[in-house]
């Protein structure tokens, strides 16, 4: 028998979206294009779903992640409740995933990162990947017979030094030459793409339109995706544009999007889905900035492997099985329409290199954005999302690893857990007198708790002596902010009469060691990886830490918890996004993207699951900030002090 379609309408966005008897409301959100917080991906775990059911007829599965009290009032999770009549849907605001919510303006993330790749950029030659020339060549005569392909060559090679025998182009330019030439009385703009070993004539254009040259770098992240827009004749940065991937429809972690392209026949799906994110991104900078697709001639993204996959069409599925390959890790230039990214139709598309399977072309770009490819001391770059990607070395050699750090710091599998948004928590003090103090993003009123909030949130619990060193509560403390609940003991951070969502934010025991096990498989990553090298944790002269945190991030809370190893604080430095800004230095000089290849070569993967010395590591760093105190002892002393 066929299912009816019902229509759920949903408030307060006022969208009606018909779906299919027995799907989710998730699935009708998703289908409507409204983005709902699905930290799990829909598997019913992350509690962060829920919506109100206003009318219609439902099946809700059981859970323990709605109270009584909410369910009085109409609360059910997104993603486990089927639609089975025509519904009502209000979407509560600490279930909406606002795309304006992704932080883009002040937040040193981005904008810190324009300084930094402008900085960065000027030790290479400034020569897009991208370049567009303008030329006045020699009319032809009986004297000088040359043909007009080779005639516009000698032109190029006169004016920029590629020798011919680099030059290249395509039957598509070939056959409108002639009558270009004549039209434009031998006055021409070439658009030139640059290519591993040689320079494709992408282009010809009548006169003068060389300073009409735009390229855009993407940060193809696995929540996140992130554009920049530059003028490529200035070398300029003109914007930025941010969106969510919609890909997190089928999964929050990349895993979770292979197995459901793999169960659901949906390779193409998840490629299409990335494509069009980018193709919004492009289309809402250039309209903003009156331009056409046509000005732009290049696109660079750097991505880890799993999305650069997606993107390129490639098939992810053996990058989570045994030996865990990519189907490639250098790929080559193409026409950025071959994967339906819309720009100009000759314009090019790179994707920055992969190492392998878990390290992938944005730690090469954020290598390059730091350059520790050529520092002359030991430097450390630490990029923290779902996985912990690390990176050891210096001019000389380099290794890296995937520390699998879990969601924790993105607000996965934290009560009160989000993304850095508006009114996320991002930093905690506590008082002697167990009083606490929140600054929230947007100082607007708090929803939830982010990843910089949660670091400092336990530095300052252990600080306060509200929790001990193993994370738990210390019960006998005098306040009423620690309180026993049906699931155990919480600490309230800010009451509900000051929350934006009327409930209060707490941090619980169960969070607590959640965010343990993530600091912890991090910094035994970064120990082992120091160690198999025969080095100590004083070598490090210089510690990056890039990442998705807000724009707030205690560097010595970390260091309190024991995320980061005991190195004096002025020697860490937040790089934020250093994925896009590794993108932007590539676009701006072909010397900066040949660089990235070589450091893509030049990194040697370390295993860390088989071997046993991370997994003995792991356990001892279960601590606050490890079962072996004199590996930190400025924390050693600050605990003293404050004990
Ligand atoms: Fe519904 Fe996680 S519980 S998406």
């Known amino acids: 028998m066929k299912n009816s379609n019902y229509k759920v309408h949903f408030f307060p966005v006022d969208v009606t979206v018909e779906i299919e008897q027995g799907k989710t409301i998730l699935d009708a959100a998703y289908k409507g294009d409204i983005f709902v917080n699905a930290l799990c991906g829909g598997d019913g775990t992350c509690g962060k779903c829920k919506v109100i059911h206003g009318s219609g007829m439902i099946e809700s599965m059981p859970t323990t992640h709605v109270s009584v009290s909410e369910a009085q009032k109409g609360y059910v999770l997104a993603c486990s409740t089927k639609v089975m009549g025509d519904l009502e849907v209000i979407i509560p605001e600490e279930s909406k995933l606002d795309k304006s919510q992704i932080l883009v303006g002040n937040f040193p993330q981005f904008s810190g990162s324009l300084a930094a790749a402008t900085a960065k950029t000027k030790h290479f030659k400034q020569d897009p990947l991208v370049n567009k020339i303008y030329l006045e060549l020699p009319q032809p005569s009986l004297d000088d017979s040359v043909a007009d392909y080779e005639r516009l060559c000698q032109g190029i090679m006169v004016k920029t030094g590629i020798p011919l025998e680099k030059l290249t182009a395509n039957i598509s330019v070939l056959k409108h030459l002639p009558k270009l030439l004549r039209e434009s009385k031998w006055m021409v703009t070439v658009t030139l793409g640059h290519h591993h070993s040689f320079v494709e004539i992408l282009e010809v254009q009548l006169g003068d339109v060389s300073a009409n040259n735009y390229g855009v770098a993407v940060d193809v992240g696995t929540t996140t995706v992130v554009a920049h827009l530059l ?12 969106t969510y991937n919609s890909q997190i429809k089928y999964g929050d972690d990349y895993i979770q999007r292979i197995i459901y392209a793999e169960q659901n026949d949906a390779m ?40 650069t996959h997606f993107l390129l069409g490639l098939d992810p599925t053996n ?11 250098l790929v080559p230039p193409m026409r950025a329409s071959e994967v339906g990214i819309k720009i100009n139709n000759h314009g090019l598309l790179y994707t920055l290199p992969c190492v392998g399977a ?45 520390a699998s750090a879990g969601p924790s710091f993105e607000g996965s599998g934290i ?91 707490v941090i619980t025991q169960a969070d607590i060691q959640n965010i343990i096990r993530s ?48 190195v004096p604080v002025t020697k ?14 590539c676009l701006f000089s072909k010397d900066a993207y040949e660089i990235a290849g070589k450091i893509a070569s030049k990194m040697t993967y370390f295993d860390l699951m088989s071997n046993n010395k991370y997994m003995e590591e792991y356990v001892s760093a279960n601590f606050l900030p490890h079962t072996a105190i004199e590996k930190f002892p400025s924390v050693a002393e600050e605990l003293r002090v404050r004990s």
């Open 268 to 307: 193409e799906v998840m490629q299409e889905g990335i494509a069009e994110d980018i193709n919004q991104l492009i289309s809402t900078l250039i309209k903003r900035n009156n331009l056409s697709i046509h000005d732009v001639n290049a696109v660079v993204c750097a991505g880890n492997t799993v999305m």
């Open 519 to 566: 600091k912890a498989a991090i910094y035994s990553g970064i120990s082992t990886l120091v160690e198999s090298m025969g080095m100590g944790m004083n070598d490090i002269e210089q510690l990056f830490l890039a990442g998705g945190f807000g724009n707030y991030l205690d560097i010595r809370s970390a260091i309190t918890i024991g995320m980061l190893p005991d």
């Open 572 to 585: 860490v430095q937040f790089v934020g996004n250093s994925s896009v800004i590794g993108a932007k230095m």
């Open 319 to 329: 990058i989570r099985k045994e030996p865990y390959l990519s189907s490639a890790n």
């Open 231 to 242: 003028d490529l004749s200035k070398s300029e940065t003109v914007d930025i544009e941010a």
């Open 358 to 402: 878990y390290v992938g072309g944005d730690i090469s770009s954020g290598v390059l954005a730091v350059r520790q490819d050529e520092a002359e001391v030991l430097s450390l770059l630490i990029d923290i999302g779902t996985n912990g990607e690390i990176v050891l070395g210096s001019k000389d050699w380099m290794m890296c690893c995937s």
């Open 415 to 505: 009560s009160c857990g989000m993304r850095a948004a508006k009114g996320a928590i991002e930093k905690v003090g506590i008082t002697s007198t167990f009083d606490v103090i929140c600054k929230t993003i947007g100082n607007a009123p708090a929803s939830g708790i982010c990843g910089s909030g949660l670091l400092d949130c336990l530095a300052n619990l252990v600080r306060s002596g509200v929790i001990d060193r193993t994370g738990n509560f210390q019960k006998g403390i005098n306040t009423e902010r620690l309180r026993k609940t049906d699931n155990g003991y919480e600490f309230v951070l800010v009451s509900k009469d000051k929350t934006s969502t009327k409930r209060d934010v």
